[in-house]
């Protein structure tokens, strides 16, 4: 049995989402009870149109629950307006997505120095200069995302969300769109960068392996928690 959590990073209680489509009110998340702590390392696994990535939403404040309680470092999420909320998301939260999300106009430096420049975080380019040094990327300052592989753009995203030095790493599907070899760099790498910025990950993942690289694994099914599961963690190596 794990030991009894500190006051955690995140806290969800009683939460449920619905949202509206042409045919009516779907129920996507029902009375969801999560707790992640500061440091952790944790799986969401379930197959598709299971509210995995609801969940994700969920934590990141870009979806508002219908009921229950959402706390992230101690604020109610719920009670903040959008201008608060992306402030929170600016300074705390870094989110990687499947589809990379990278802005097409822009080089990988530019792209890495974004959200530090929305935050007026000083120098900017000198932090986005040195993050993709750590991801591998410090001869592809210059080239925009239609000259980088897909391994390459999900390196400048992750480079990107790291950019705030964030509180929380959120993950969806960082592989999906990668070949296994280049999905496994990734991912050793997002497991290396957690553990150097001491970032809580948070991994959204069909793949109940991948799941498993993480200390702890939660199974969701139509909306719901199943499982939660505890693991000794493999070192990355």
Request: aromatic share 2%; hydrophobic share 40%.
């Amino acid at each position: 049995m794990s030991p009894p959590m500190k006051t955690p990073l995140i806290d969800i209680s009683d939460t449920s989402l619905t949202l509206s489509s042409r045919a009516g009110a779907v129920d996507i998340l029902h009375d969801i009870n999560l707790q992640i702590g500061a440091g952790e390392t944790v799986g969401i696994v379930g197959p598709s149109g299971s509210g995995k990535t609801s969940l994700l939403m969920v934590m990141a404040g870009l979806e508002q629950v219908t009921s229950g309680t959402v706390l992230f470092m101690g604020h109610e999420m719920s009670g903040l307006d959008e201008d608060q909320l992306a402030l929170i998301r600016g300074e705390h939260i870094g989110i990687v997505f499947q589809s990379f999300n990278l802005v097409p106009t822009m080089t990988a430096l530019e792209n890495t120095a974004l959200p530090l420049e929305f935050s007026g975080v000083p120098e900017p380019f000198e932090r986005a200069r040195a993050l993709l040094g750590d991801v591998g990327l410090s001869h592809r300052h210059d080239h925009f995302p239609a000259q980088l592989s897909g391994g390459e753009r999900q390196r400048v995203a992750l480079a990107r969300a790291l950019a705030p030095k964030p509180s929380l790493l959120l993950a969806d599907e960082p592989t999906g769109n990668l070949d296994g070899k280049t999905g496994g760099e990734v991912i050793d790498l997002l497991f290396e960068l957690h553990k150097a910025h001491n970032t809580t990950l948070v991994l959204i993942t069909h793949d109940e392996a991948l799941a498993g690289r993480c200390k702890r694994q939660i199974k969701i099914e139509d909306g719901r928690i199943k499982t939660t599961a505890d693991q000794k963690i493999a070192e990355v190596r």
